[in-house]
């Protein structure tokens, strides 16, 4: 028998979003927009799980047209912005990062977005990039879902830049999905036992 034995332990760890982002997270400004995926164009009702607490700010707006018709879950409404810019501003429950967003056009060409970006930050006064979208269908009223996004912040900004016609848009319905920030690491940890000095060592691996 050798004069060495082996303990392996396994347990958990929590890193918060900040730790992990020191080892992660490259930076993000306004000026680095984030690669998306090809929308699923057919996408039944999406799940998102993210809370929307408030609606923060949003471009003027008809009556009985506002941008609460977007979280409402009623998809024969719509949020129809005036003026020349659409945005809708919304404070989250708590800070999220958003790696997806789930859209759904009016429908009828149009007014149906084609392009948007999304904006995040933790005061309403500094905002960073966290990702955009060239590529929205026009001409139909399914669900249509697009992730890569990197957008952590309490509040977020989503800036509609163009539709199919170049008229105001007019969305239906709108959600995000992502996380808390919060991520669960499986640490290996192999504590090393000698018999002739009596002395643990330990190494850890994560993964």
């Known amino acids: 028998m050798g004069t060495h034995f082996f303990l392996f332990v396994i347990f958990a760890v929590v890193l918060t979003e900040v730790e992990l982002a020191k080892i992660t997270t490259p930076e993000t400004t306004l000026d680095s927009p984030v690669p998306h995926h090809q929308p699923d164009k057919e996408l039944e009702a999406p799940s998102p799980n993210i809370t929307i607490a408030n609606i923060i700010s949003t471009s003027l707006y008809t009556e009985y047209h506002g941008p609460d018709n977007t979280i409402d879950g009623d998809t024969f409404s719509s949020w129809n912005p005036l003026g020349e810019e659409y945005f809708i501003t919304f404070e989250l429950s708590e800070r999220y990062t958003v790696s997806g967003i789930n859209l759904l056009n009016q429908g009828d060409y149009t007014h149906d977005v084609t392009k948007f970006k999304?904006?995040?930050?933790?005061?309403?006064?500094?905002?960073?990039l966290g990702g955009s979208v060239d590529d929205v269908q026009a001409g139909t009223h399914e669900w249509q879902s697009f992730d890569g996004f990197t957008a952590s912040g309490k509040y977020l900004r989503i800036i509609f830049t163009e539709t199919y016609s170049g008229y105001k848009p007019w969305l239906s319905e709108l959600s995000f999905s992502g996380h808390?920030?919060?991520?669960?690491f499986l640490c290996y940890c192999v504590m090393k036992f000698s018999i002739k000095t009596h002395i643990f060592t330990k190494s850890s691996i994560y993964i």
């Not at 808390?180 to 669960?184: A, F, R, S």
């Open 180 to 184: 808390t920030g919060k991520y669960v």
């Open 118 to 128: 999304l904006e995040a930050s933790n005061n309403l006064d500094s905002w960073y």
